[in-house]
């Protein structure tokens, strides 16, 4: 016959041996936080039985109650632990129950009857069945498992009911086999096949954990494939609207050429035809003279967005015409454009001061003054001047546009310069909302930089800011003067 207590070490040994390797899994992988619950339920498990090993042959009423409601704290830890990690419902309230009509129902035995161990293994056998079947309804209803490992499962918890029944049944049927208030030699078979089944419910665990590891890699890697699949159609999307775009581009420019070409022949035709009439004409009328100066002021302003868009486009292709610039001639440049329109008597030049050597495309740089100068003079009133100067100051070519016209609301001053985009303040005047923003993309091709500021008196003040070679750009906040009343 086997020894109750060589059995009981051996079963407390195990049973310290697999509260500690589920605590090592438990660390491993945290994210399957269940674990830490089966973990507890083996340690409690270990601990009543080894409360067991230290009690003498005649234990105290207290040992005896504790010892075993330890055992069965352990069963219903299991219980939850398992429900957990299935995803299961849990049954907290009929486990918290069952504890404590488990220690009750013991109370009283002990009291009522110290020498009848028949009545405690009756209740224990009660309690056990109900955590069994709690545990095989959870396997049951889980899918997230294989099949065969739940019934494998399944059939070692009801084993372990039947051998508990088995017992019960035996201590009704011989009342002498519990003569002793505790259990004895004769009981060791129930630990014996209790050690079974213990070692048998953690292999099944160590498989279900191990299922539920390899089934998490797998939709990860799901998870993985679906979003590189994702990731290359919308890269072949982007490619193709990339590509879709360069065509676009391209197509673009070959418009922007043809057009400017056609443009171009018929303006000149027109210019041409406009002087020949002034030159025919000795003393035109007055209607006339108007008329035809309306013609020539309309064939600037075309040719001038001609060569505002052209000079863009050549930037975009990488063709900037790089030679040194000559700033009186920039300045006499712009003043015959605009005598030809009939505005030059409204501009101010400030003589231009000694400059340093600077080289950048001199056509873009008149296209830039050009255009700040249209709109100075479009939001002003028809005597007010607009005064132009270009000086070097802290490093930089500094060209400056005044006027006094309607100014720039502080609202609409960091959305100015985005295309399309018009001040509130500009009412019925005419315009795109593209000159400054010409402007800005025209003087970034240079690594400078445009700055828009409110005039004392009212107007507006318009400032480029050109980097020499070898300097660091300033800021433009250190840049501006005091402006006078």
């Not at 005649?58 to 109650?65: C, E, N």
Request: hydrophobic letters at 45%; charged letters at 20%; aromatic letters at 10%.
């Amino acid at each position: 016959m086997l020894d109750l207590k060589t059995m009981l070490l051996l079963e407390f040994a195990t049973t310290a041996f697999m509260s500690v390797a589920w605590l090592l899994v438990w660390f491993v992988w945290r994210q399957i936080y269940e674990l830490k619950v089966i973990a507890a339920g083996f340690f409690a498990i270990a601990i009543g039985l080894f409360l067991y090993l230290q009690r003498g042959p005649d234990p105290s009423l207290i040992r005896v109650v504790t010892d075993n409601m330890v055992i069965k704290f352990g069963l219903v830890l299991w219980a939850d632990g398992l429900a957990r990690f299935l995803g299961q419902p849990r049954f907290v309230g009929i486990s918290a129950f069952c504890l404590a009509a488990q220690l009750l129902f013991w109370i009283f035995a002990v009291i009522y009857d110290p020498t009848d161990l028949g009545l405690r293994i009756h209740a224990s056998t009660a309690f056990t069945v109900v955590m069994m079947a709690l545990m095989i309804r959870t396997l049951y209803r889980d899918r997230s498992q294989p099949p065969f490992l739940r019934w494998i499962m399944i059939f070692l918890l009801g084993e372990y009911s039947a051998a508990s029944l088995l017992q019960s049944a035996l201590v009704y049927i011989q009342p002498s086999t519990v003569a002793n208030p505790v259990m004895t030699n004769i009981n060791t078979w129930y630990f014996f096949q209790g050690h079974i089944f213990i070692v048998g419910f953690f292999f099944c665990l160590i498989f279900m954990v191990g299922m539920r590891l390899s089934m998490d890699l797998r939709d990860r890697n799901a998870a993985l494939a679906r979003e590189v699949t994702l990731r290359r159609r919308l890269e072949g999307e982007l490619s193709a609207s990339l590509e879709g775009e360069k065509a676009a581009r391209q197509d673009q420019r070959q418009l922007m050429r043809m057009v400017s070409h056609e443009f171009r022949t018929p303006l000149a035709a027109i210019r041409y035809a406009s002087d020949m009439l002034t030159l025919m004409l000795e003393r035109p009328q007055q209607a006339v003279a108007q008329r035809l100066k309306s013609i020539d002021e309309a064939v600037s302003r075309m040719t001038m967005l001609i060569d505002r868009f052209l000079a863009s486009e050549r930037q975009d292709e990488g063709v900037l015409k790089i030679e040194q610039v000559d700033f009186p001639a920039l300045y006499e440049d712009v003043q015959r454009h605009f005598d030809h329109a009939g505005l030059g008597e409204r501009l101010r030049l400030h003589p231009v001061a000694p400059m340093p050597a600077y080289r950048g495309d001199t056509e873009m740089l008149r296209t830039v003054i050009v255009n700040l100068v249209d709109n100075a003079l479009k939001y002003s009133p028809k005597d007010a001047e607009v005064e132009i100067t270009i000086g070097a100051q802290n490093g930089d070519i500094v060209l400056e546009v005044k006027d006094r016209g309607i100014g720039i609301p502080d609202r609409d001053l960091a959305q100015i310069g985005n295309r399309f985009y018009r001040a509130s303040n500009t009412g019925g005047t005419g315009g795109s909302g593209l000159g400054l923003h010409s402007c800005r993309q025209l003087v970034g091709y240079h690594q400078g930089h445009l700055d828009l500021s409110a005039r004392q008196g009212g107007g507006t003040i318009a400032r480029v800011f050109l980097p020499l070679p070898g300097f660091a750009r300033a800021d433009s906040e250190t840049m501006q003067e005091e402006e006078p009343a």
